[in-house]
Each structure stands twice: as C-alpha cells, then as structure tokens.
C-alpha cells in the first residue's frame, strides 16, 4: 500500500501524512522487507502491521531491545477498529522518552 494509505487511511483516521518506508521494487520475498524497516525504525519503539510477517520479521523483532509490536492482519479483512484499539493501547504504555530506557516485547 506504501504511500497510498496516506492517501486512503490518514484522512479517515485522522493521521497526519506518515512517512513511508521505501521497500523493493517489484515483486519481492516479505522476508526483504526486514533490512528496510529496521534500518528506518533504528532503535525507536515500532508497530509493524503487515499481512506477511514472516520468521525473519518475527526473529528480528525478538531481539529488538526498543519496544516492538508485530501485527497480523488479514489480508481479506484489513485494517480493523480492533486492531486500531491494539495500537492505541499498546502505544499508550510505551515508556515517555524523558523517562528511562526500558525493554517491553509484544507479539
């Protein structure tokens, strides 16, 4: 979807324009997706959502020591209200960034 759910999805969830994280072009493995995401997110807390997180996706956010939420969609479904209260929920127990670095994992 890359830049199409700034276009699609922002305005009707009320979102500023996000930035997009340029990804393979063409048809690619889901695994390709892994050195781009974590090369922009660095060590910043993340919530990938994505209809094809695969083992490498899983394995890198295991070891991850900023907060990480990986999320399944269904690619019929899409994104949900259900998922979004996910989101706003696990967002809302990130650590403040004034306060101290702290691990928190979620799958």
């Known amino acids: 979807m890359g830049a199409e759910a700034n276009r699609l999805l922002a305005p009707v969830l009320r979102l500023p324009q996000l930035p997009v994280i340029s990804l393979p072009s063409g048809p690619f493995e889901p695994r390709e997706k892994v050195p781009a995401v974590a090369a922009y997110v660095g ?11 695969t083992t490498e ?12 939420l990986l999320v399944d969609i269904d690619p019929a479904e899409g994104l949900s209200l ?26």
Not at 57 to 68: E, G, I, L
Not at 86 to 104: E, I, K, M, V, Y
């Open 82 to 107: 259900a998922v979004v209260r996910r989101l706003l929920a696990w967002s809302q127990g990130l650590p403040n960034p004034t306060d101290s670095p702290g691990r928190r994992q979620q799958h």
């Open 43 to 53: 060590s910043r807390p993340v919530a990938w959502i994505d209809d094809a997180l």
């Open 57 to 68: 996706a899983r394995a890198w956010a295991d070891a991850r020591a900023a907060p990480t």
